[in-house]
């Protein structure tokens, strides 16, 4: 969006418009234009207005009904830290003691409203002059907090108690936005989060979860966060902010609350699951679980083992419940055979087939398009996990245990 579009949304014409619009409909989106430019709004107006409508419809799932009354740009909302996991940060700030924070690199203003919230003085700074106007209005509720439009790494952080970063990973063209995956090519670049770091400031930074463990600093605690089973960060806390004993962990949020596993050992020296065939109860470890390289303490909390060492499934005989993996008992296991598997489902009538696979180059909707071709579909669901135990290839038969 551009800023005139915002500067469009801004004025009073056009934040009235967008506040007496119900909820966006895509469908009707024609039509509702052209009712609005015969009532005499200006079409840049409606179409500023029609643009914060979609996006707050999109953004409801992060922000919740706070996105009823807030800006949003296309390439923040992509970024912008879901709310439950931004209150999870403050609490950092607030446990640690530190009152004022720069928040460099502040987006839209999520993680800023969540440290106001928790009466921090916070300075919000952000480099794109309309993202930083869309985060001027979301904290216009909080008078601890202010925005400043500047470059980050210009900003002398000797001022705070601490600071929170959230790098831009996106890069924005005419033909949208795209995501950037080397830590130095983000703004600012995670040298910049390391040299701050290394004056003993107290810092916290936001990344994508599929950060390389190799950039991931020696001297941080790396936290993976999952939120309804998307994993969704890693946040890298420093100093102050880092927990004692704890150098990765697995954060996990969903409707039963929140869980975490951590451990003290470095990348590479966790302990070693043993490996078993496949028996009993089949789990399927949350992915912040596997990005914090901690499925086989995971495995040995359920005392079970893995099928294959280069492979996150574990087995365990028995059933126990946890909130790191998705558990499902074993039916049957049968060789990897998609002519005898199709004969399979049809012998079953299986109608509906979920696929679970992993370390098998098919694609599930590849596979399931192939078992389930052809007349006479049956009407039973049934789920099969595909994987590979060293060089044989098992397609084994489950049902999903009910979540507790």
């Not at 801004?10 to 039509?31: F, H, Q, V």
């Not at 949003?72 to 999870?88: K, P, S, W, Y």
């Not at 049968?334 to 079953?348: D, E, H, M």
């Not at 044989?392 to 009910?402: D, G, K, M, S, Y």
Request: hydrophobic residues 45%; aromatic residues 6%.
């Amino acid at each position: 969006m551009s800023s005139e579009n915002i500067a469009a949304v801004l004025s009073p014409e056009g934040w009235a418009l967008l506040n007496s619009l119900g909820p966006y409909d895509e469908s009707g989106s024609l039509r509702l234009t052209e009712q609005l430019r015969k009532a005499g709004h200006a079409p840049e107006v409606i179409a500023a207005a029609l643009t914060q409508s979609r996006l707050r419809a999109k953004a409801a799932a992060k922000f919740g009904p706070l996105a009823e009354r807030m800006v949003f740009t296309e390439a923040g909302l992509e970024q912008a830290t879901r709310l439950q996991v931004a209150a999870r940060h403050a609490r950092r700030f607030v446990d640690a003691g530190l009152l004022r924070i720069a928040d460099l690199g502040c987006g839209l203003g999520a993680d800023s409203m969540a440290l106001a919230t928790l009466d921090r003085e916070v300075t919000a700074v952000e480099l794109d002059e309309t993202t930083a106007a869309a985060a001027t209005l979301n904290l216009l509720p909080f008078p601890n907090a202010r925005v400043v439009n500047a470059d980050a790494g210009a900003v002398d952080v000797s001022e705070y108690d601490g600071v929170w970063l959230d790098p831009a990973r996106r890069r924005t063209t005419s033909s949208g936005t795209s995501r950037l995956f080397d830590p130095e090519a983000f703004s600012p670049p995670l040298s910049f989060v390391q040299e701050l770091a290394g004056t003993g400031t107290p810092v916290g930074v936001k990344l994508g979860p599929g950060t390389p463990h190799e950039s991931i600093p020696a001297d941080c605690e790396a936290q993976w966060v999952s939120v309804d089973g998307v994993v969704t960060e890693v946040a890298l806390w420093f100093n102050a902010l880092r927990r004692e004993g704890v150098r990765r962990a697995a954060l996990v949020l969903g409707p039963p609350g929140a869980a975490e596993m951590v451990s003290s050992a470095d990348f590479g020296d966790g302990p070693t699951a043993a490996i078993g065939e496949p028996e009993g109860y089949l789990y399927e470890p949350d992915g912040a679980v596997i990005r914090a390289e901690l499925v086989a303490d995971l495995a040995a909390q359920l005392d079970g083992h893995l099928l294959d060492p280069r492979i996150a499934y574990i087995c365990a005989p028995s059933y126990t419940a946890t909130p790191f993996a998705r558990a499902y008992r074993i039916l049957e296991v049968r060789p990897f055979n998609l002519k005898a598997l199709k004969a399979w489902v049809r012998a079953q009538g299986v109608g509906v087939l979920d696929i679970k696979k992993r370390g098998i180059p098919l694609t599930p909707e590849e596979v399931r398009g192939k078992l389930l071709a052809g007349p006479g579909k049956g009407r039973r669901r049934a789920t099969l996990v595909l994987t590979r135990v060293g060089d044989e290839r098992l397609a084994i038969v489950v049902e999903p245990v009910p979540a507790d």
